[in-house]
């Protein structure tokens, strides 16, 4: 086996890698699909659309000429969640990880006095995002796709099934539920008290390394693939981006960020937090991906040039350079990036964004560069919880869209203050994918260091920016309670 086909099927698209075993990419391939937001908190995706991208990223390999493969290794976005029916066929849309429609039932978790032993033992924080509270959602107000529901699934889980019939998720997958037993391995006793979903209905728990029995015989004649073609389980997007980022050793932490973004270690146990929930993902056997995630990433880019300025580029790298004759800080402009509540630090759904400090000599210029440093804050404030619950200053990785300009990078460096280590262009997710599979079958894929670049912080630029911070972090504690009367007033507005 020379080359293993790395799927990563993310948020915005799907992208595969062709990944020869010394590391190089032999051909790539990418195919975007849209969210759709039905209403106030639904965020969802159609999960055909999504197999069909998964389908044309194969295709696009098996079509080409002198290019061959012999394992599928996939890679898969976290706390999706759908149901199918016994047929097979999707009977709810895909919910995503930024739908916050189960709001009121993450608060009656909390409630209860049961949210901090769920996190505990499952490793991951009660919030609208975790597939246990959309499940409580659908049993509060969608009972019939609970009883209807022959599988609940991710949506890497529904692609393996279709290519496979077979029902297998990984652990790291599993464990980003919120009603996955991280010591057990097995779906968790304690949350079915709340979800009563019996555990036959979800898939069955395995290694990112394990493989499917067979790819079914229809999809090899479609796909034109080799008849002993493998599909192995592989991991979740996060996960797989820690490996993908050359960061599983002691002292390394992995920056991510792209359409959403997340800061990770990859620790031999877990890390629990009280007032800064540290989430904690079953990599493999032995290995921890602990960290914490922010749901406001380069999405925001997005929102703004389509809704605020018009005149800004939706080009990220573009977007960034528009802002460049604007000196650090945003002459005083703060904001809060929340548009889409917040996981980490303070898992908090009702937290929403925030322009502070405007003033007259403020332009949309103004607006778009401190719309980039406050998710530079965000990932900051992420970074400095991590660091505290570890006692240590690690080195930086750095994956994601953002490796795409280097004035954001810098900006970032110049925020954190810290000396940024960037991985090539190639997606994280994707490699790590490649990397899983190739240790599937015994092989060591060699990651190209040699591809990778420093960034390092203007440490006067640096001390403006550390003044800044510690005014912006002390804007959330002092909206919390204001975020919670918003949420209450929406609610009104609703009904």
């Known amino acids: 086996m020379n080359c293993v086909l790395a799927i990563d099927i993310g948020t915005t698209s799907t992208k595969c890698l062709l990944v020869g075993k010394e590391g190089s990419v032999l051909h790539q391939h990418q195919n975007f699909y849209p969210t759709h937001y039905p209403q106030s908190g639904f965020a969802e995706q159609d999960p055909e659309v999504i197999f069909q991208a998964v389908l044309s990223c194969i295709s696009s390999i098996t079509q080409s000429p002198n290019k061959s493969f012999s394992t599928i290794c996939f890679s898969g ?11 097979g066929e999707p009977i709810t849309p895909l919910i995503i990880w930024a739908d916050t429609r189960s709001v009121d039932e993450a608060i009656e978790l909390k409630k209860l006095g049961v949210a901090q032993q769920l996190y505990e033992s499952t490793g991951t924080p009660v919030h609208p995002m975790s597939p246990l509270c959309k499940l409580l959602w659908m049993k509060q107000h969608q009972p019939e796709i609970i009883l209807k529901a022959f599988r609940f699934l991710s949506i890497k889980e529904f692609v393996i099934y279709k290519l496979t019939n077979e029902f297998l998720v990984d652990y790291s997958t599993a464990s980003a539920t919120g009603f996955f037993d991280l010591k057990r391995k097995a779906w968790s006793e304690f949350a079915f008290q709340f979800h009563q979903v019996p555990p036959i209905k979800f898939s069955l728990p395995v290694s990112i390394y394990d493989s499917a029995k067979e790819i079914l015989k229809d999809w ?85 040039s389509k809704n605020m300025d018009q005149n800004a580029s939706t080009n990220l790298s573009k977007f960034v350079n528009q802002v460049l004759h604007i000196p650090a800080g945003a ?74 300009s280097s004035a954001w990078l810098q900006m970032l460096s110049n925020i954190l203050g810290r000396e940024l280590i960037v991985s ?27 591809t990778q670049s420093t960034i390092t912080p203007d440490l006067l630029v640096n001390q403006k920016y550390e003044d800044l911070f510690k005014i912006w972090n002390g804007l959330y504690p002092s909206l919390e309670h204001s975020f919670q009367l918003l949420a209450e007033f929406r609610k009104v507005c609703r009904s």
Not at 78 to 83: E, G, K, P, R
Not at 432 to 444: M, T
């Open 77 to 87: 976005a976290m706390h999706s969640l759908m149901a199918i029916d016994k047929n």
């Open 220 to 304: 090899i004649d479609k796909l034109n693939l080799d008849s002993a073609c493998k599909i192995i389980v592989g991991s979740s997007d996060g996960c797989a981006a820690q490996l993908g980022s050359d960061a599983m050793e002691d002292g390394f932490l992995s920056l991510t960020l792209g359409t959403s973004g997340a800061v990770r270690i990859a620790s031999a146990k877990k890390i629990i937090g009280t007032s800064d929930l540290i989430f904690n993902y079953v990599f493999d056997e032995s290995t921890f991906v602990c960290g914490g995630a922010t749901n406001n990433g380069a999405a925001l880019l997005q929102w703004y």
């Open 331 to 404: 002459g005083g402009l703060l904001f809060l990036p929340y548009l889409l509540g917040e996981r980490a630090p303070m898992y908090d759904a009702d937290a929403r964004g925030v322009f502070f400090g405007i003033s007259v000599e403020h332009t949309n210029f103004h607006f778009q560069r401190a719309l980039l440093e406050g998710i530079c804050f965000a990932l900051k404030s992420i970074l400095i919880s991590i660091e505290k619950a570890t006692n240590t200053n690690h080195k930086i990785k750095v994956s994601g869209g953002i490796t795409h």
């Open 424 to 450: 090539s262009e190639n997606d994280a997710s994707a490699m790590g994918a490649a990397l899983i599979g190739f240790h599937a079958a015994g092989i060591e894929m060699k990651i190209d260091r040699k």
